[in-house]
């Protein structure tokens, strides 16, 4: 099973039709000292903004179908929303498994996992890691052997991926907060401001935060907190 993360506590939204395994899954998290669920529900006609305004690190989706995803949800923005996602309770689709990794999503279990296994994944995806099955690694590594195949693309560089949480995050930077008070300002740890300008410095190949900004701003955002 996966270590807690040590000096921080990661926050979850569950979002599980299935009331056995949303119940179960709060019963472990609450026994656990590095989890806290800050919102849970069964209901696909949840709104977005309840999601966005726990501020949560982590989101646990009970189901793939693109019908029961919260509204203006959509596949393509999941990993744009500024945190992690897991896909619990997955058949071994292929397509479908493909289809997540596009919209950003890093955390893979397929139905037999259990809640135990769900924890790890928690973690896991909170340190940047992915959590795959092993039964779908073998598309994912055809995927890249494919892909490295292919003639690279010339031109200009692509415009950086930031999440609407990056994009926060880099507007506060902007304008000169600290990250203490860029903690305060979005209701976030400083530990998590942190993660997300390293990332960000990474991303854009900066290697400060004035020159992520200069980097971020020439791409064509606007940054505006």
Same mark, same amino acid.
């Given at each position: 099973?996966?270590? &807690?993360? &040590?000096?921080?506590?990661?926050?979850?939204?569950?979002?599980? !039709?299935?009331?056995?395994?949303?119940?179960?899954?709060? @019963?472990?998290?609450?026994?656990? *000292? %590095?989890?806290?669920?800050?919102?849970?529900?069964?209901?696909?006609? =949840?709104?977005?903004?309840?999601?966005?305004? *726990?501020?949560?690190?982590?989101?646990?989706?009970?189901?793939?179908?693109?019908?029961?995803? &919260?509204?203006?949800? +959509? =596949?393509?923005?999941?990993?744009?929303?500024?945190? $992690?996602?897991? =896909?619990?309770?997955?058949? &071994?689709?292929?397509?479908?498994?493909?289809?997540?990794?596009?919209?950003?999503?890093?955390?893979?279990?397929? #139905?037999?996992?259990?809640? +135990? %296994?769900?924890?790890?994944?928690?973690?896991?995806?909170?340190?940047?890691?992915?959590?795959?099955?092993?039964?779908?690694?073998?598309? =994912?590594? $055809?995927?890249?052997?494919?892909?490295? #195949? !292919?003639?690279?693309?010339?031109?200009?560089? *692509? #415009?950086?991926?930031?999440?609407?949480?990056?994009?926060? /995050?880099?507007?506060?930077?902007? #304008?000169?907060?600290?990250?203490?008070?860029?903690?305060?300002?979005?209701? /976030?740890?400083?530990?998590?401001? @942190?993660?997300?300008?390293?990332?960000?410095?990474?991303?854009?190949?900066?290697?400060?935060?004035?020159?992520?900004?200069?980097?971020?701003?020439?791409?064509?955002?606007?940054?505006?907190?």
């Amino acid at each position: 099973m996966s270590a &807690p993360v &040590p000096g921080e506590t990661i926050r979850v939204f569950l979002l599980i !039709e299935n009331r056995l395994l949303r119940e179960t899954l709060v @019963r472990l998290f609450r026994k656990r *000292s %590095d989890l806290m669920v800050v919102g849970q529900s069964g209901q696909a006609d =949840l709104g977005a903004q309840e999601i966005l305004d *726990s501020n949560c690190d982590v989101l646990v989706v009970g189901s793939f179908q693109t019908n029961w995803l &919260p509204v203006n949800f +959509t =596949l393509e923005s999941m990993g744009q929303l500024g945190f $992690r996602v897991i =896909l619990i309770g997955l058949d &071994p689709d292929e397509r479908q498994f493909m289809d997540a990794i596009r919209a950003g999503v890093t955390g893979f279990l397929m #139905k037999d996992a259990s809640a +135990t %296994d769900v924890v790890g994944a928690v973690r896991a995806v909170f340190r940047d890691e992915a959590v795959c099955p092993s039964q779908l690694c073998g598309r =994912l590594f $055809r995927f890249v052997a494919q892909t490295a #195949k !292919e003639p690279s693309s010339q031109g200009q560089p *692509s #415009k950086p991926e930031l999440t609407l949480r990056q994009r926060q /995050l880099v507007a506060l930077v902007a #304008k000169g907060l600290t990250n203490k008070e860029i903690a305060s300002r979005l209701n /976030l740890s400083e530990f998590t401001v @942190r993660n997300h300008i390293h990332r960000i410095l990474k991303q854009v190949d900066a290697e400060s935060r004035s020159e992520a900004v200069d980097v971020i701003r020439a791409s064509g955002f606007v940054l505006n907190a």
